[in-house]
């Protein structure tokens, strides 16, 4: 009996070592949800909920598409105001609304939308990012967690924060390149559920953009769906543009 307990005393020593670097902190959130495994067997995703910006009563239905390596698009449609769209077929950023018309990302825009449409950048976040520092612990709601300061290889640094208690990362902010400049963007995370054979995934997102809050909350997931043919490539707008 002594033997166990000094072997599970001695594994949490070593877990609390392990989580005193940022690397460790990042490859902690992978094993508390999931594992590399089961995160290997997901090639797509598809995602289906609400959008809504409470101060301005505006609400849409939200539906996402995700796969390998980096492809993702998203469509909301908005009552009064029609369908936005905004994704990559992994060479390609762009996005489409009747108020902005198209547009194509260039630069550092682009960039950050091919890393952000990663399929696996839970787990292959070295091939993303130069390092992962740990930059101590602070209060999240309430509840202390690991803040962990990510350098991409091209782009500006982003700040994400892990829960102490439970590996899941809670909050994340960066600056993001737009055509209107430089936009602070936090985004609070929550609502992990197990889907896809056992990864838990957040369902909620609160994002705070240049002072307007945007919640997002997802109804459904599905993993390795059989998505349309047509799931990432961009409108026939968007296409003139690249001609």
């Known amino acids: 009996m002594k033997k166990i307990l000094c072997a599970a005393l001695l594994a949490t020593l070593l877990t609390a070592a392990d989580l005193k670097t940022g690397d460790a902190v990042l490859d902690h959130y992978v094993e508390a949800t999931g594992g590399d495994a089961a995160y290997a067997k997901i ?46 077929d992994g060479s390609i950023a762009w996005s489409f609304s ?12 682009l960039e950050d939308s091919l890393r952000e449409a990663h399929f696996h950048k839970e787990n292959d976040w070295r091939s993303l990012y130069t390092s992962a520092v740990l ?22 640094p982003q700040t994400e924060y892990y829960d102490q208690a439970t590996g899941y990362m809670v909050r994340m902010q960066s600056v993001r390149k737009t055509p209107l400049g430089d936009i602070p963007v936090d ?13 838990l995934l957040p369902h909620s997102m609160v994002q705070t953009v240049a002072g307007q809050k945007i919640e997002l909350q997802m109804d459904s997931i599905a993993c390795n769906a059989d998505l349309p043919a047509d799931a990432f490539e961009p409108p026939a707008e968007v296409k003139a543009l690249i001609k």
């Open 135 to 156: 930059d101590g612990v602070e209060d999240v709601d309430g509840k202390p967690a690991y803040k962990v300061t990510l350098t991409p290889k091209t782009g500006k």
């Open 98 to 109: 009747a108020m902005q018309g198209p547009q194509l990302k260039k630069g550092e825009e």
């Open 187 to 199: 985004v609070a995370i929550s609502g992990y559920r197990k889907e896809c054979g056992g990864v």
């Open 43 to 88: 090639h797509n995703m598809l995602m289906k909920g609400n959008m809504s910006m409470p101060a301005m009563g505006i609400k849409g239905a939200v539906t996402i598409y995700a796969a390998e390596p980096n492809k993702s698009s998203m469509s909301t449609n908005i009552a009064g105001v029609g369908k936005i769209t905004e994704g990559t």
